[in-house]
């Protein structure tokens, strides 16, 4: 997943898990086995991607940002 966001007055409503949800039904429905998505160590969405099954992979730095952490799922 390349960027997701979801507006402060609609965020904890659900919308960011629909969103996730249904990119991984297309991935699943274009052959993909395996997912990866990455986000800010500051930022909330790492809970979120951990409440739906994925696995921390790994982190890097980018320069002048906050650690990046990578995610990745199996496709069931």
Partial sequence: MNLLGIDAP???QGMGKQAVLFWETDMRQQ???VVMTST???EDAQHVYRKLGYR???CFLLPNEP???AFTKVLI
């Fill in 40 to 42: 800010l160590s500051n």
């Fill in 67 to 69: 650690l990046e952490i």
């Fill in 10 to 12: 609609y965020r904890g």
């Fill in 56 to 58: 921390d992979a790994g």
């Fill in 31 to 33: 052959g993909f086995d």
